[in-house]
């Protein structure tokens, strides 16, 4: 009997989960995942042909999906996203703020230093992880507090503990992320209702369009930097998207319903490692 109390909580069926970013690696993985669970999912991404894909893939496999066109940096543009995912499913249960990534401009290498790095592309980069995490968090905060309960869910990152070397713009933005996931889980509960959660997820290293560049030379081999990380990864291996899933599912869920304000590594062992 227990074991169903257990299984009951982590239950997802039915409810209406909004993924910005949602036709990204990492995000339309956890997409793909929780509609197997039954949820309902809302993909927003900047690239509607990345989105309509995982979307299709999701509804060819009997799940319920919908891609939405919508820009993390323009508050118009996520309000249209918000009217049309209540027109189709009536209301949001939980946001994924899964928009982010690096650009190489924004990154120090031998032909960039850090005091030549252009103020636009740091921008750029600091806007789409920060903002772009605090912009559907109001648009889609609001109706959640509206109705009464919902799950915000912020993508860290380990660079948010220990900043890495050449990616200032990025581990300042995570940084920002993991501080407003704290803040924002202590605003909505004191000012709304504890029914409204705020946490986040910080993945170790996966391999991302983003970052690949940086972790494997072009013949797909490892760079110093990929091997130094590996080397500092106990479980000794990059991170698979579907290594994302449980965590995700757990703080979606109700089995998570006394968790608020935590950030969660998903990281191999990295940051329990000390090199030694």
């Not at 992880?129 to 869910?153: D, H, R, W, Y």
């Not at 300042?172 to 996931?181: L, R, W």
Request: hydrophobic share 45%; net charge negative.
């Amino acid at each position: 009997m227990t074991t169903h109390v257990i299984r009951n909580t982590f239950d997802i069926s039915d409810r209406v989960i909004v993924a910005t970013g949602g036709g990204g690696v990492l995000v339309g993985a956890m997409a793909r995942g929780l509609a197997s669970e039954g949820a309902k999912i809302a993909i927003l991404d900047l690239f509607p042909e990345k989105a309509e894909a995982v979307a299709n893939e999701i509804n060819a496999a009997g799940g319920e999906a919908i891609a939405l066109k919508a820009d993390v940096l323009n508050k118009a543009s996520l309000e249209a996203a918000r009217d049309e995912i209540l027109a189709k499913f009536g209301r949001v249960d939980a946001l994924i703020n899964g928009a982010g990534g690096n650009k190489a401009q924004a990154t120090t290498s031998p032909d960039l230093s850090f005091f030549d790095l252009p103020q636009d592309a740091f921008k750029w980069v600091f806007d789409l992880n920060f903002i772009g995490t605090l912009l559907p968090s109001q648009v889609f905060g609001k109706l959640m507090a509206e109705q009464g309960e919902g799950v915000i869910l912020n993508i860290s990152s380990m660079n948010a503990f220990r900043p890495l070397t050449r990616i200032p713009a990025y581990s300042a933005a995570k940084a920002a992320v993991s501080n407003f996931t704290q803040w924002l889980a202590v605003h909505l509960a004191q000012e709304y209702t504890p029914n409204l959660r705020v946490n986040a997820i910080a993945p170790g290293f996966f391999l991302t369009e983003q970052n690949r560049f940086l972790l494997l030379d072009e013949n797909e081999n490892l760079t110093p930097r990929g091997q130094t990380i590996i080397d500092h990864t106990p479980a000794g291996r990059f991170g698979d998207p579907n290594d994302l899933l449980g965590a995700v599912l757990w703080l979606l869920s109700p089995a998570s319903s006394f968790v608020t304000g935590v950030v969660i590594p998903i990281d191999g062992g990295f940051s329990a490692f000390s090199g030694v």
